[in-house]
T-cell receptor, first 116, second 117 residues
Framework: NAGVMQNPRHLVRRRGQEARLRCSPM?????VYWYRQLPEEGLKFMVYLQKENIIDESGMPKERFSAEFPKEGPSILRIQQVVRGDSAAYFC??????????????FGSGTRLTVV | AQKVTQAQTEISVVEKEDVTLDCVYETRDTTYYLFWYKQPPSGELVFLIRRNSFDEQNEISGRYSWNFQKSTSSFNFTITASQVVDSAVYFCALRTSSSGATNKLIFGTGTLLAVQP
């Protein structure tokens, strides 16, 4: 049973380009969370999605960032017109449905975005 | 407001020493969950433990132990007889009932543990 799969593992983008980060949840998991880890900092919640629905995007920057979790396929975190300050590690986590008392849900290995 | 404080930014010990990583949390909720995660140099996040606010029993798992004290709002983590493989950044995290259906975690800034051979 594969864990949460994130790709790419490393992504380099020039300023102004778009970055697309992918997350495939664990089998049977329909809830996905995205967190961002800036250098020397802890993880900060960005967005929580269920299939085809954004449930909580309170941690998402208001501009340039968007997330989706379609009925089929992975969840995508999209960053448009990237800037140097977007350089960070982006982690995805998933949990099964109905888990209001989850066990710290499972994180992927992260995507390290570097903006040059 | 919810907050997690890990005051120790970096700790360096020599192998076989015991080391305690501190975690202090803030919440007004009576129902909450505390977590510890390990982030080794390879970068992934490894779940270590979850504790709920109604269970103050300390836990031991091999060389790892956790001390949960509601009176001081602390959830400290001790590694006994540390090993080089324990070198990592360790994060403490909090989830409260205020998180609602979101289940979002509030992380501390982490403690970098370096175990020297």
């Amino acid at each position: 049973n594969a864990g949460v799969m994130q790709n790419p593992r490393h992504l380099v983008r020039r300023r102004g380009q778009e970055a697309r980060l992918r997350c495939s949840p664990m089998k049977g998991h329909s809830h996905v969370y995205w967190y961002r880890q800036l250098p020397e900092e802890g993880l900060k919640f960005m967005v929580y999605l269920q299939k085809e629905n954004i449930i909580d995007e309170s941690g998402m920057p208001k501009e340039r960032f968007s997330a989706e979790f379609p009925k089929e396929g992975p969840s995508i975190l999209r960053i448009q017109q990237v800037v140097r300050g977007d350089s960070a590690a982006y982690f995805c986590a998933s949990s099964p449905p109905g888990s209001s008392d989850n066990y710290g849900y499972t994180f992927g290995s992260g995507t390290r975005l570097t903006v040059v | 407001a919810q907050k997690v404080t890990q005051a120790q930014t970096e700790i360096s010990v020599v192998e076989k020493e015991d080391v305690t990583l501190d975690c202090v949390y803030e919440t007004r909720d009576t129902t909450y969950y505390l977590f510890w995660y390990k982030q080794p140099p390879s970068g992934e996040l490894v779940f270590l433990i979850r504790r709920n606010s109604f269970d103050e029993q300390n836990e031991i798992s091999g060389r790892y132990s956790w001390n949960f004290q509601k009176s001081t709002s602390s959830f400290n983590f001790t590694i006994t007889a540390s090993q080089v493989v324990d070198s990592a950044v360790y994060f403490c995290a909090l989830r409260t009932s205020s998180s609602g259906a979101t289940n979002k975690l509030i992380f501390g800034t982490g403690t970098l543990l370096a175990v020297q051979p």
